[in-house]
């Protein structure tokens, strides 16, 4: 995998863990609107999905949690690599995958053209891919 596509698949990670924890608000929900009247009979209705809604929250609770991990351990790991990178080249690489800003925003944040902006970032990368091989 080069560094290009490991930059793009964590950059993605964020909304797809956003994803997954609005999905777990809303079984949260049915769960808290199931509890009430199981709590209230005092007995345990097995006819009810209560037990379903919380082995599906546990699940992807537990989905999000390996997906964070991974967000954080390669977030560490970029981070690292991109430390080293020149100061512009840096700041391209971090707004673009670190923090998901659009290209027209960066080249604004560094003062060049969007075509020079592109052109660093493409050096950027070949830095980045000939650290990653020297150090493998």
Known sequence: MTIKDRLKEYRDLCPEIDSLDAELDLWTEQLNNCMPSAMRSKEIDYKDNTGDIAAMIESRQLEIDAKRRKLYQENRIL??????????????????????????????????????????????????????????
Do not use: F
């Open 79 to 136: 981070s690292g690599l991109i430390d080293d990178l020149p100061r512009t080249q840096r700041t391209i690489m971090r707004n673009r995958y670190l923090v998901g800003r659009p290209w027209k925003m960066i080249a604004a944040k560094i003062g060049y053209s969007l075509s020079r902006t592109y052109s660093l970032h493409d050096k950027a990368i070949e830095l980045l891919e000939n650290k990653v091989r020297s150090s493998q």
